[in-house]
């Protein structure tokens, strides 16, 4: 089993700032891709930005300037640095890990955090 466990949301008033963490942990030989979602009420959930392996990032057009994603793969962590925030940022914030398990091993996974609600007040 591969446990996600996300941290940093709050409440943050628009223009301010947060960093969202995110830790993998249980049974992993390997992450390849890590990302985020958002999932505002009445809305589709959408992924925020993408990290691959190998550093590669992708970010939808709506946040792109202003956050960040990246990696620490010694510390299987991907975090989400969040700049300019506004009200339409507002949303639940989901961690997914993809990659192979050590147990099964050889068996690839998904995973998803619990969510992380984030606020932006105008």
């Known amino acids: 089993q591969v446990q996600l466990v996300e941290s940093g949301g709050g409440l943050v008033q628009a223009g301010g700032s947060l960093r969202l963490s995110c830790a993998a942990s249980?049974?992993?030989?390997?992450?390849?891709?890590m990302g985020w979602y958002r999932q505002a009420p009445g809305k589709q959930r959408e992924l925020v930005a993408a990290i691959t392996s190998g550093g590669s990032t992708h970010y939808s057009d709506s946040v792109k300037g202003r956050f960040t994603i990246s990696r620490d793969n010694a510390k299987n962590t991907v975090y989400l640095q969040m700049n300019s925030l506004k009200p339409e940022d507002t949303a639940v914030y989901y961690c997914?890990?993809?990659?192979?398990?050590?147990?099964?091993?050889?068996?690839?996974?998904?995973?998803w955090g619990q969510g992380t609600q984030v606020t932006v007040s105008s």
């Open positions: 997914n890990a993809r990659g192979t398990s050590s147990w099964p091993f050889g068996a690839d996974f998904g995973s």
């Open positions: 249980g049974s992993i030989f390997a992450i390849n891709d």
